[in-house]
């Protein structure tokens, strides 16, 4: 595929996009904004984001990006999980969870889930689905499944695997057609940085 035809799938792609595409992408982008400022907005602007996606990739992608999906599910949990924890303060007004880094334990759980999550996802989609994209759709999910854990506990690793999903999503989205979904996860990228950053700085 040359440049221009880059472009021109692209613009075209970008005039067929819905309108929950539009909402899910503004209220994803502010949901990791506020992450990187370790602001708990990142969880209420976060559900209304993953809960079009999910929608999106189960109903108008095509084929559907089954594990995408079902990530986001996770992600609708995962954000009133940590919607809880990250409001939970000490009798001296402390955050429960501060910044911090993982544990040994952490970083084993959380990469063991990592891993088994990818081989479970990918078993699933290339048995139960018509999914084109298996291993790239099952690794952005389960890179994802370590990122929301590790960030409900406000570990600086999440930003790690948010940085490895993203640079799957970006040309795996790119591929399904999804325009917006595919310039948003560039800026992710570019937000997981910075938040990686950031939380290092602010980190005990």
């Known amino acids: 595929m040359t440049w221009q035809q880059i472009i021109e799938k692209f613009v075209t792609d ?3 996009t819905t309108w929950q595409e539009w909402v899910s992408t503004i209220s994803q982008v502010a949901s990791v904004w506020y992450a990187r400022k370790n602001n708990i ?3 209420p602007t976060g559900i209304v984001g993953v809960v079009l996606a999910a929608w999106i990739y189960f109903f108008v992608a095509s084929p559907p990006l089954y594990a995408d999906g079902l990530l986001n599910i996770y992600y609708f949990l995962m954000s009133v999980y940590g919607w ?3 409001g939970l303060k000490s009798r001296e007004q402390n955050h429960i969870y501060p910044i911090s880094r993982c544990t040994p334990s952490e970083l084993r759980y ?3 889930g990592f891993l088994v999550a990818w081989l479970i996802l990918y078993l699933l989609l290339i048995k139960v689905t018509n999914s084109n ?3 790239l759709d099952s690794l952005v999910s389960s890179s994802a499944v370590t990122a929301m854990w ?3 506990r406000r570990k600086i690793e999440n930003w790690h695997a948010w940085i490895l999903s993203n640079l799957v999503a970006i040309p795996l989205n790119f591929y399904k057609g999804l325009m917006l979904f595919t310039l948003m996860y560039i800026l992710f990228l570019f937000l997981a940085y910075k ?3 950031d939380w ?3 980190a005990l």
Do not use: D, F
């Open 133 to 135: 994209t298996p291993v």
């Open 200 to 202: 290092k700085k602010n």
């Open 195 to 197: 938040g990686l950053k």
């Open 110 to 112: 959380g990469i063991g």
């Open 150 to 152: 590790w960030m409900a």
């Open 41 to 43: 907005l990142v969880y």
């Open 84 to 86: 809880y924890n990250w």
């Open 14 to 16: 970008v005039s067929m």
